[in-house]
């Protein structure tokens, strides 16, 4: 049997490969050369074009027979952005905590899963490894493309783990069994760009913007339910494309994003948006890219083994929440159940992420109760 891997290590070296998304190459070569050894069969491939690709996916299986065991997640990071202290991509340790772009989000949970799984004689039973270099894109080459992958070979998980970072103040506080849908929109609204000093000679689609923006801040879509918070819609841009401050503008565009529950559906909202658009600017144009519908993973066995084991390493029972943005669970429920668990939340994405070492070898150790008990 191979020597267990040591889940910082690892991480340290995931990090110090660049992989903002659309992310390929270094990175999965290195998690093919710690899986390798530990008998998976890695299965890798490059799809897609700018802006959306080109990504890099892979599947990396062992064993067979019942039950099948997937983990999922993503190797490629958002841009680092300026104000690191050091290298955002050097995965150094300081005071204990493990500092670099993708410490928190997730790459510390894709090496404590390896290091999990290292201590772990090969069972007959199946184990994968799902991991895509576009989640934080729009993965258009992302994890739907490994669903098809999947289907094609007739390869289906009885379930699916997602180590996103979904704990909130400590470790194994709170498990995701469900995600919120996202839609962005964006509204142009036309107008006839002329001379400020001459407006009957223009049409200014400001005034006509400014409505439809009203509409939708008074929108209410629903008051969530027992699982889910209520939809939110939130305007996140207005534009116009004149830099000139005496120039009527020929357009207006404004941009939203809604997370909405599983009370409503990506088309209906854009729908909706679209009604009120067209009642308050005649003429308006909205378009739409929905990222994933709502989806909540019911009470089952996935559920008793993720919480019985965070109990067993921490001692505490945790949360079972649909909160905060959306995963890759928006396209594995159409596989089996699923739920993310993984690392304190609090750096994702900002300047200086990190997570502690104690937390990433004690999610390993939990990873590691989680795969005996399903294997059992």
Known sequence: MPA???AVE??????RCPSVTPARGEVFDVLEAALTPLGFTVHRWVLGEPPDGPTENMVAIRGDGGPHFGFAGHLDVVPPGEGWAADAFAGDVTDG??????ANDMKSAIAAYVAAIS??????????LLITGDEEGYATYGTPRIIDWLNEKQIRPDM???GEPTSVDRLGDTVKIGRRGSVNMWIEVPGVQGHVAYPHRATNPVPAL?????ALDALHLDDGNETFPPSNLELTAISTPTNASNVIPGSATAQLNIRFNNLQRGPDLVKLVGQIAEREAPGSKVTARISGEAFLTPPGPLYDVVVAAIEEETGQKPELSTSGGTSDGRFLIQLCPVVDFGLPNATMHKVGECAAVDDIEALSRIYERIVRKVLA
């Not at 690892?10 to 990090?15: F, K």
């Not at 905590?97 to 993708?102: F, Y």
């Not at 201590?119 to 994968?128: G, I, N, V, Y």
Request: glycine share 6%; hydrophobic share 65%.
């Open 119 to 128: 201590r772990l004689d090969a069972a007959a039973a199946t184990m994968s």
């Open 4 to 6: 267990a891997i040591d």
């Open 160 to 162: 699916i783990l997602i």
């Open 10 to 15: 690892l991480a340290q070296r995931l990090i």
């Open 210 to 214: 400014a409505r439809v923006i009203a």
């Open 97 to 102: 905590l493990l500092v670099g772009r993708g």
